[in-house]
C-alpha cells in the first residue's frame, strides 16, 4: 500500500545556479503541460509523497502561494499537478515553496510526465469498459435464446438476434482494434505472433454470427465473441498496470547536474545542460559530474570514477589532462573545456535503459503460433473436405476456426506473470518486464559483482594491525566522529568497543576540522593535531591500512575490511544446491578473497576488472551456453549487465536508477535471491500449465466441432470458462505459491 | 490568495436527520402494529387501521419516509463536502425538503382511507405520483446543478452512487405510474394482468435496487471511510463494481415472477443475471469489510462503525439469499411465503436500518460538536438491533419453510392434500408470529434508546449550522494539446456509441406505437368482463387491501392446482387494472374463487362480516363496516369510461344502463341473503358489501364466449 | 409479451445512458488516478 513506502522527506540544497536555471524559459517549459494567455499548468516530480498528509497540505498550495489557483497531488505516482497564472518568476516561486514545505520537486528534466501513459490507460479502461458493457448486454440478449428452448415466438427470437449484433459492434470495431492492429503489424512483417489466430477468430466469429443473423439461417455467436474479447482485453490490462514504473522509470539524466556554469562572450552564466557544446568552459563545483569527455583547465581535479569503472579510490588530475565522462569531482570548483557536444556522449550510450527483451518461451510462442494458424487453416480444410464440402462441412469448418481461438493461450503469460511480479515487487524484488521472470527462472550461472553487491558500501568490519593506547582513544574519537565515511563509522564502533566504560563522549574540543577526500582527515582537538588516513597520506609511504596519528607521530594501524551482507552466503550456498554456477568479477582488490573461499572457487574471483574485462567474461560464459545473469550495483556494472541475459541491479540509494538492469533487488532482500530464482522457475512451470490446459480446451473444442457438436450454446459456455479456469488458474494459484512459498508477505 | 472559503449547510442535512428519525419510528410502531394484528384480529382497530389499509402504510413509512429521507440526509451532507461546493440553491433544498414531507403525510392520509392503487410499493395514487415526480426533479436540479458546478475534478466513487440511483429512480416511477385517472384521487393503472405485473416487478425490483441500495452504497463509500478514518480498502474495486451494477442491473426483475403467466425463457432470465449480481453485489461487501482490516479494536468500541459492520454483513446474507431465492425450485417452495419477508427484512433492517443508524452515530456528534451522549446506551441499541433481526429472521424462515411445506403436501396415498385446509397452515405458524413481533418490538426499542441517546447529545453540544472550508477557486479542468487526428480517432468510438444510440431510438419510433395497441389487448380473453358492480366490488377489494394477504396466481404445480383450480394463464387477466397477483398468502388463493360451488353469497357475508363464524381462529380482520357503507355510484360510469379507454370492451349501451344493471344483479344477491335471514333492505341494496359478494363469486370464473359481451352483440345485431 | 419489448427498450436505453456516462468519465480522466481519492476524502476542513 501507498502508505507504507519508505519515502523520506528530503529537503534539496540547490545552487545558486540551480536559481538561475529555474528562471530560463526552456528550462521552465519541461515542466508545463498546459500553457494558454490564462493559465499554465505545471507538473511535478515530488519523490517525498507519499502520505495523506502530503495530499491534504500540498493541495491547499492555494492558500500559501500568491497566483496559484489549484494543486492536485496523484498519490500512486508521487506527482503534483499545480495551476496557476502565468507570470514571470511564478514558477521559481513555485519551487521555493515547495522546498520550504519539505516537498522538494525532482527538477531533472524527463520526458515522462505521465502524459502519454494517461491517455493510454484511458484509451485501455474505454476498451476495456465497452466489451464488458456489450459482453453483459449480449449475453442477457442470447440467453433466452437458449432458456426458451421451444418457440420464443412473435418474432421474439429475430428481435434479440439484432439486438446482439448491434451490441456486437462495439465489441468489434472498437475493443478489438488493438488486437487487430498487432496481428496486422506482425502479419506485415512476416513475423508469427498468437494475435494472428486470435485476430482470426474474432473475425471469423463475427463474419460468421452476421451472416447468420442477416440471412437468418444457422446461429450467431456473439457471446462467445463479446466475452472473448472481454477476457483478452482485462487479461491484458492486468498485466500492463504500471506499478513497477516508481521504481523504473527514472531517467538516465538523473545524474546529470541541472544546469551548468559556462564562460560564454566572457561572463559566466548559466545554461541547461542540454545545451552545453564542444569547446565550452565549463565550471564543476565539489560533488559535480563531468557530462562530457574534457580536459582541466584550471583546478585540482581529485576524480571518484566508481560510477564508471568501480574503482574505489579516486583519481588526481592536473591541467591539460583528459578527464573523461562519468567521474565525480570531489575536490572544490575547477574549471573544464568540454571537448565534445553532449549529445552523444559516452555515458548515455552506456546507460542505453533496459528493453524488453523477449524470453526463449515467447520466442517458442510465437513460432508455434504460426504453426498453430496453418495447422487450424488445414484442419479446418479437412474437416470442410472431409464432410462432403456444403453447407454442414461449412458450418463444421468455420466451427472449428472458432473454438480454436488460442485465447486461452495468450492468456496464460501475461496473468501468471502480472501476478508473479506482483508478487515479488512486495518482496523487495522488482522485475521490470514480464519476460525476465522466465530469463531468472532459466538463469544458470549468476555472476556476482564485490562492493556494494555481495559488501556493504555503507559499512565495513575491520582489525587492527596496532592498537591505540587508552589515551590516545578520545582524542581519536573526537576527530573521527565528524566524518561519515565507512571507514570512519567502522573506526568509531572499534575505538568505542577499547575505551572503558565510564567514559561518555569526549569533551575535548575540535577545531580547524578538514576532510580530504581518499586521504583522509585532520583537526586540532585539545591543541593537539590528530590526524587519520591512508598511510600514503600519512607517512608518504607505501602500503595499505588506514593510519592514527596523534601529534605526529602514528599511534595505531587499522585494516578495515568489507562487511559481507548477512545471508549472502548462504543464499550462494542454495544456489549452488540448485545447480547454479557462480563467479566473482570485481573492480577492486583481491582483499577480501578469504571472506569468500569455500563459496566460490578460486578460478571463478576475478579482481581489478575493468567493466570492459568484466563485460568481456560474460560474454565468454554466454558463449559457452550459459544463461548468465549478473548481479551488480548497477551505475558501474551496466556494461556487464549488457552483455549477459539478465541484469540484476542492487541499488546504492532508495530508489537509485539502475540502467541496463532489468531486476532491482532491494539490498536486505538479495540474499534472498535463490528463493526468488525458485519461484520464478515455479511461475513459469505454471505458465506451461496453464498453456497445456488452454491446448485441451482447444482440442476438446476441434473434437466437438469436428463431430458437428458444436451449438452457440457449448460454445458460449467452452470458451469464457476456459479463459476464466486460465485466469483463475493462473493468478490465484501464483498468488497462493507465494503465499506458501514467502511466507506471509514482508 | 485564491482560495475563498464556502459553507456548507448543515440545516437541511439536520431536517432530513430528524425527519427520518421520527418518521423510522413511526414507521416501525405501525410494523408492530401490522405484525401484532397477524397473531390476533383484535389488534385491527376499525377501518382505518385494518391490516389491509395499513400493511402498505408501513412499507412506504419505512422506504421513503425513514429509508428516503435517511438517504437525502447522507446526500446533502456528502455530496457538497465531495464537491468542494455548496449545494447550489437552498431554495431547491427547502422545496425538495418540504415537498417530500408533504408526501409522506398524503401518505399518512390516504392511505389508511382507502385510496390505493393496488400496485406494491407504488400504492399512492396519482396526484402524489406527480408531486413525487416533481419533488424528484428539483432533487435532481440540486444534485447534478452542484456537481456541474463542482471544484473538485475526480468524481468520489459516491457520487456516481447517488446520480446512478436518482436516474433510475426517475425512470422506474414514470414507467410505473403511467395510469389513468378517473377520478381526484382515483385512476387505473394502463397496462393490464400480466403486463402489469412485468412492469410492477421490473420497478419493484429496481425500486430495491435504485433506492434501497444503490444510494446506501454510495452512503457507505463516505461513511465508512470517514468513521473509521481509514480510505476504501480498493478505491478501484469501487469504480469496477459499480459500473459492473448498473451496466446489467436492470435485469433482475423477471425473478418475482417465476412460475406465473410470464413466459418461461423471461423468468429464467431473472434467474440468470439475479445469480450474476452476485460477484459486484459481494465486491461491494467485501471493500466495506476489508477498510476495517487491522481497525477490529476500534469497531469494538465505536457505535458508528459496530453497526456499519452489521449492516455490510446483512447486506452481504442478503445478496446472496436473493439470488438463491431466484433460483425456480428453491422459489417453488419460498414464493409467497414469509420467508420472503425474512428475507426483506435483513436488507430492510440490516442493511438499510442499521447503516442509517451507524451514519446517525457519527453525525450528530459531528453536527453538534460534541461526542456522543452515553456509548453505553449505543451498545444496547446495538444488541437490541441485531438481536432483534435474529429473532425477526429465523421466526419467519421457519414460518415459511412451514407454510411451504404444507402447502405442498399431498397424503401418503398421494392423491390427496395433506392440509386441504389453508386455515390450518396459518395456526401453524402463529406462535412464529409472536417471535417475530418480539424481533420487530427489541427493533424498536433500540431505535427509541437511540432517539433518546441523540437528543441527549444535541442537548449538551451547539448545531454548527453551517460548515466552511477553504477551496480553490477555479475548478481542476485539465486540458491536453491534442494533435488534430488524435481528435478524429477519438470520436471513432463516441461515432460507434452514438450511432447504436440512434439505431435504437429509430427503432423504438417505429416499435412502439405498434407495441402499444398491441399492449392493451394481447392474449385470448378467457374471462369475461367485469359487471358495473362486479367492478365496484373490485375496486372495494382494492380499497380495503385484500391484495395484501390474498394471492390471485395459481402456479402450475398440482398441489395448487389441487387446492385452487385450474392454474393461471394470461388470458385470466386481459381485464385486470391493476394486477392484483399479490406477492402473500397470509390468507388462500382467490383466483377462482367463484368456481368454488361452497362459497356461496351467504358464505362469503358471513365471512366478511366476522370470519370467525365461518373460519374459527381465523386471523383475518372483520369488514362489519363493508355491510354498512353506501356504494358511491357516481363513479362507476367514469370508471367504465376509463377503462374503455384501457382497452376493456365496455359498450356504449352497457356504460348508460349501468345504474339499472347494478341493480338488478344487486337485488338479485340481497333476495339470497335474505332467505337466510339477513334482512336486507331489497331498496337499500347499494352496500359496499354485495358489491364485494358480487365480485367474488365471478372472480376467475372461465367462459367459452364471454355472456356480456354476447349479449351485448346479440342487442346490437336486432 | 410485446410488454417485454418496451421493458427491454427502457432498460437498454438507461443502460446506453451508464454507457455513455462511462465513456465521458474515461475521456475526462476520472479513472486517472484511483487511489488519491480515497485518501482525499479523509482530511476535508470539516
Given amino acids: 500500500m501507498v502508505e507504507d513506502s519508505k519515502r523520506v522527506q528530503v529537503q534539496v540544497l540547490r545552487t545558486d545556479d540551480q536559481w538561475e536555471i529555474m528562471q530560463n524559459p526552456a528550462f521552465e517549459e519541461a515542466f508545463v503541460k498546459y500553457r494558454d494567455q490564462a493559465r499554465v499548468q505545471y507538473v511535478f516530480l515530488i519523490p517525498s509523497i507519499h502520505c495523506r498528509a502530503c495530499v491534504w497540505l500540498l493541495e491547499k498550495l492555494p492558500s500559501w502561494v500568491e497566483g496559484v489557483s489549484w494543486a492536485r497531488v496523484n498519490l500512486d505516482q508521487g506527482l503534483l499537478e499545480v495551476e496557476a497564472m502565468p507570470r514571470e518568476g511564478q514558477f521559481v516561486d513555485l519551487v521555493r515553496h515547495l522546498d520550504r514545505l519539505g516537498y522538494s520537486p525532482d527538477l531533472h528534466p524527463t520526458k515522462n510526465r505521465g502524459d502519454g501513459s494517461s491517455l ?31 418457440a420464443l415466438g412473435d418474432g ?82 492486468y498485466q500492463r498496470k504500471s506499478f513497477t514504473h516508481l521504481v523504473f522509470e527514472r531517467d538516465n539524466h538523473r545524474f546529470f547536474p541541472l544546469s551548468l556554469s559556462v564562460i560564454r562572450k566572457g561572463k559566466r552564466e548559466a545554461i541547461p545542460l542540454s545545451e552545453l557544446k564542444c569547446s565550452d568552459h565549463y565550471f564543476l563545483k565539489s560533488g559535480g559530474l563531468v557530462p562530457v569527455r574534457s580536459h582541466l583547465v584550471k583546478g585540482e581535479g581529485v576524480f571518484d570514477f566508481r560510477m564508471v569503472t568501480g574503482e574505489t579510490e579516486p583519481q588526481l588530475k592536473h591541467v591539460e589532462e583528459r578527464v573523461h565522462a562519468g567521474g565525480i569531482q570531489r575536490g572544490g570548483e575547477i574549471l573544464l573545456e568540454a571537448e565534445e557536444d553532449l549529445d552523444e556522449s559516452e ?165 580547524h576540522f578538514m576532510e580530504h577526500p581518499g586521504k583522509g582527515m585532520e583537526a586540532m582537538v585539545a591543541g593537539k593535531k590528530v590526524r587519520v588516513g591512508s598511510r600514503v597520506w600519512i607517512s608518504g609511504q607505501a602500503g595499505s591500512g588506514v593510519c ?111 540502467p541496463n538492469s532489468d531486476v532491482i533487488i532491494q539490498e536486505s532482500e538479495l540474499r534472498r535471491l535463490h528463493e526468488f530464482r525458485k519461484f520464478c522457475r515455479l511461475a513459469v512451470r505454471n505458465i506451461w500449465v496453464c498453456l497445456t490446459i488452454s491446448l485441451l480446451y482447444n482440442m476438446l473444442g476441434f473434437i466437438l466441432a469436428f463431430s458437428g457438436r458444436i451449438s452457440p450454446m457449448v460454445c458460449a459456455v467452452l470458451m469464457p470458462i476456459s479463459a476464466l479456469t486460465i485466469l483463475i488458474y493462473s493468478v490465484g494459484w501464483t498468488g497462493l505459491l507465494a503465499k506458501r512459498f514467502f511466507g506471509r508477505g514482508q | 490568495m485564491s482560495t475563498e472559503t464556502i459553507r456548507y449547510d448543515n440545516k437541511v442535512v439536520l431536517h432530513f436527520l430528524i425527519a ?52 437525502f440526509m447522507g446526500i446533502y451532507y456528502s455530496l457538497p463536502r465531495l464537491c ?50 416533481l419533488v424528484w426533479v428539483a432533487f435532481g436540479i440540486n444534485m447534478l446543478g452542484t456537481i456541474y458546478k463542482r471544484r473538485e475534478r475526480h468524481m468520489y466513487v459516491a457520487i456516481w452512487f447517488y446520480v446512478a440511483s436518482w436516474l433510475a429512480v426517475a425512470i422506474l416511477h414514470i414507467v410505473n405510474s403511467i395510469e389513468l385517472p378517473f377520478s381526484y384521487f382515483h385512476s387505473f393503472s394502463y397496462f393490464a394482468g400480466v403486463q402489469d405485473a412485468l412492469v410492477q416487478w421490473w420497478y419493484g425490483h429496481n425500486a430495491v435496487a435504485f433506492f434501497l441500495t444503490t444510494p446506501y452504497l454510495g452512503m457507505m463509500y463516505y461513511f465508512l471511510p470517514k468513521a473509521a478514518n481509514r480510505p476504501v480498502f480498493s478505491y478501484r474495486l469501487s469504480i469496477i463494481h459499480f459500473w459492473a451494477l448498473v451496466f446489467i442491473y436492470m435485469w433482475a426483475g423477471p425473478h418475482h415472477l417465476l412460475y406465473s403467466a410470464v413466459p418461461d425463457w423471461a423468468q429464467s432470465l431473472g434467474t440468470v443475471f439475479s445469480l450474476m449480481l452476485i460477484a459486484p453485489s459481494w465486491g461491494g461487501m467485501l471493500n466495506g469489510l476489508l477498510t476495517l482490516r487491522g481497525a477490529w479494536d476500534r469497531v469494538r468500541e465505536d457505535a458508528a462503525l459496530k453497526f456499519m459492520v452489521v449492516a455490510i454483513t446483512c447486506y452481504g446474507m442478503a445478496t446472496f439469499e436473493g439470488p438463491m431465492l431466484s433460483l425456480k425450485n428453491v422459489n417453488a417452495l419460498a414464493h409467497y411465503t414469509d420467508y420472503i419477508i425474512g428475507h426483506v427484512h435483513v436488507g430492510g433492517l440490516g442493511w438499510n436500518g442499521c447503516l442509517t443508524f451507524g451514519v446517525l452515530y457519527w453525525l450528530v456528534p459531528k453536527l453538534f460538536g460534541t461526542k456522543l451522549y452515553s456509548q453505553k446506551l449505543a451498545s444496547w441499541h446495538f444488541w437490541l438491533a441485531t438481536l432483534g433481526i435474529i429473532f425477526y429472521a429465523v421466526a419467519l424462515y421457519f414460518a415459511g419453510i412451514t407454510q411451504g411445506l404444507m402447502w405442498s403436501q399431498f397424503n401418503e396415498e398421494g392423491d390427496m392434500l395433506k392440509y386441504p385446509n389453508f386455515l390450518e397452515t396459518v395456526l401453524q405458524i402463529i406462535p412464529m408470529y409472536y417471535v417475530r413481533a418480539l424481533g420487530g418490538s427489541m427493533y424498536l426499542i433500540g431505535a427509541l434508546v437511540m432517539c433518546y441517546n441523540l437528543w441527549k447529545t444535541a442537548r449538551e453540544g451547539d448545531f454548527i449550522a453551517e460548515d466552511e472550508a477553504q477551496v480553490p477557486t477555479r475548478i481542476g479542468a485539465l486540458q491536453t494539446n491534442k494533435g488534430f487526428h488524435r481528435k478524429l480517432e477519438g470520436m471513432a468510438l463516441p461515432f460507434t456509441v452514438f450511432s447504436v444510440f440512434a439505431v435504437i431510438i429509430g427503432g423504438l419510433f417505429e416499435l412502439v406505437p405498434v407495441i402499444m395497441s398491441e399492449v392493451k389487448n394481447p392474449s385470448k380473453p378467457l374471462v369475461g368482463i367485469y359487471s358495473p358492480l362486479e367492478l365496484e366490488g373490485r375496486e372495494i377489494y382494492r380499497k380495503e387491501g385484500c391484495v395484501n394477504c390474498h394471492s390471485q396466481m395459481i402456479r402450475p404445480f398440482r398441489a395448487e392446482t389441487e387446492r385452487y383450480g385450474d392454474y393461471a394463464k394470461p388470458g385470466d387477466y386481459v381485464y385486470e387494472h391493476p394486477f392484483l397477483w399479490g406477492s402473500r398468502r397470509i390468507g388462500p388463493d382467490l383466483q377462482r374463487i367463484g368456481e368454488r360451488p361452497d362459497l356461496t353469497a351467504i358464505w362469503h357475508y358471513n365471512h366478511m362480516i366476522d370470519p370467525q363464524t365461518t373460519s374459527p381462529d381465523s386471523i383475518m380482520p372483520p369488514y362489519p363496516w363493508l355491510a354498512e357503507n353506501e356504494l358511491d355510484l357516481s363513479l362507476t360510469r367514469s370508471k367504465m369510461r376509463a377503462l374503455r379507454i384501457l382497452g376493456v370492451p365496455y359498450s356504449d349501451k352497457m356504460i348508460e344502463s349501468a345504474l339499472t344493471d347494478m341493480k338488478k344483479q344487486a337485488e338479485g344477491i340481497s333476495r339470497e341473503l335474505n332467505k337466510f335471514d339477513k334482512n336486507i333492505d331489497p331498496e337499500q341494496w347499494q352496500t359496499e358489501l354485495i358489491a364485494l359478494i358480487a365480485y367474488l363469486k365471478v372472480l376467475g370464473v372461465r367462459v367459452e364466449e364471454d355472456p356480456v359481451l354476447s349479449e351485448t352483440k346479440a342487442e346490437e345485431e336486432l | 409479451m410485446e410488454i417485454m419489448i418496451m421493458l427491454i427498450a427502457v432498460s437498454t436505453m438507461v443502460a446506453l445512458i451508464f454507457l455513455v456516462g462511462f465513456i465521458w468519465s474515461a475521456r475526462k480522466g476520472q479513472f486517472d488516478d484511483l487511489v488519491t481519492p480515497a485518501v482525499r476524502i479523509l482530511d476535508e476542513d470539516s
Fill in chain 1, 120 to 150: 493510454e490507460l484511458r484509451r485501455q479502461w474505454m476498451m476495456t469498459g465497452v466489451a464488458g458493457f456489450c459482453f453483459g448486454n449480449v449475453m442477457l440478449f442470447s440467453f433466452p435464446e437458449y432458456l426458451g428452448g421451444e
Fill in chain 1, 156 to 237: 421474439f427470437e429475430n428481435v434479440f438476434r439484432w439486438l446482439c449484433l448491434i451490441f456486437a459492434l462495439p465489441t468489434f470495431f472498437y475493443s478489438s482494434s488493438s488486437i487487430f492492429r498487432s496481428a496486422f503489424l506482425s502479419f506485415k512483417e512476416w513475423k508469427p505472433s498468437v494475435d494472428i489466430p486470435i485476430a482470426l477468430g474474432i473475425i471469423v466469429l463475427f463474419v460468421w454470427s452476421c451472416t447468420s443473423v442477416i440471412l437468418g439461417r444457422g446461429t450467431p455467436y456473439f457471446d462467445s465473441l463479446c466475452g472473448l474479447v472481454f477476457f483478452l482485453l482485462v487479461g491484458r490490462s
Fill in chain 1, 347 to 511: 555515458l548515455v550510450r552506456m546507460w542505453g535503459g533496459g528493453e524488453e527483451r523477449p524470453s526463449r518461451r515467447e520466442e517458442i510462442l510465437d513460432r508455434i503460433s504460426g504453426v498453430f494458424t496453418l495447422v487450424i487453416l488445414s484442419l479446418s480444410g479437412f474437416t470442410f473436405y472431409w464432410h462432403g464440402m456444403d453447407g454442414e462441412a461449412l458450418h463444421r469448418a468455420c466451427a472449428i476456426l472458432i473454438v480454436a481461438c488460442p485465447c486461452a493461450l495468450a492468456l496464460s503469460a501475461p496473468l501468471t506473470l502480472g501476478k508473479a511480479i506482483r508478487a515479488l515487487a512486495d518482496r523487495g524484488c522488482f522485475v521490470r518486464y514480464g519476460a525476465m521472470i522466465e530469463t531468472l527462472a532459466e538463469t544458470d550461472h549468476v555472476v556476482f559483482d564485490k562492493t556494494g553487491t555481495l559488501t556493504h558500501i555503507d559499512r565495513m568490519s575491520g582489525e587492527w594491525s596496532e592498537k591505540p593506547l587508552g589515551s590516545s582513544i578520545e582524542p581519536l574519537l573526537a576527530l573521527i566522529q565528524q566524518s561519515g565515511h565507512p571507514v570512519a563509522q567502522s573506526l568509531k564502533v572499534a575505538l568505542e568497543d577499547m575505551r572503558s566504560n565510564t567514559q561518555t563522549s569526549p569533551e575535548d574540543s575540535v577545531e
Fill in chain 1, 548 to 658: 592514527l596519528e596523534l601529534d605526529g607521530e602514528i599511534v595505531g594501524v587499522y585494516n578495515p575490511r568489507s562487511l559481507l551482507r548477512d545471508g549472502i552466503l548462504d543464499s550462494l550456498e542454495s544456489l549452488k544446491e540448485d545447480g547454479v554456477g557462480l563467479s566473482l568479477l570485481s573492480g577492486d582488490h583481491n582483499r577480501d578473497e578469504e571472506l569468500l573461499r569455500g563459496y566460490l572457487s578460486a578460478e571463478e574471483m576475478h579482481f581489478e576488472c575493468s567493466p570492459e574485462v568484466k563485460a568481456r567474461k560474460i560474454r565468454e560464459k554466454v558463449e559457452a551456453g550459459k544463461r548468465v545473469a549478473m548481479v551488480g550495483d548497477g551505475l558501474n556494472d551496466s556494461l556487464a549487465m549488457k552483455s549477459s541475459h539478465l541484469g540484476i541491479a542492487v541499488p546504492l540509494e532508495d530508489g537509485c536508477f539502475a
Fill in chain 2, 20 to 71: 427520518s428519525t421520527l418518521f423510522g419510528v413511526v414507521g416501525m410502531m405501525v410494523g408492530l402494529l401490522i405484525a401484532m394484528q397477524l397473531t390476533n384480529p383484535a389488534f385491527n382497530l376499525g377501518p382505518w387501521l385494518s391490516f389491509g389499509r395499513i400493511r402498505p402504510l408501513h412499507t412506504n413509512a419505512v422506504i421513503f419516509a425513514f429509508v428516503g429521507n435517511a438517504l
Fill in chain 2, 84 to 133: 468542494k461546493t455548496p449545494m447550489i440553491s437552498p431554495l431547491l433544498s427547502k422545496i425538495h425538503f418540504w415537498g417530500w414531507q408533504a408526501i409522506i403525510v398524503s401518505a399518512v392520509i390516504t392511505l389508511p382511507l382507502g385510496i390505493t392503487s393496488g400496485k406494491e410499493y407504488a400504492e399512492l395514487e396519482w396526484p402524489i405520483d406527480i408531486a413525487i415526480t
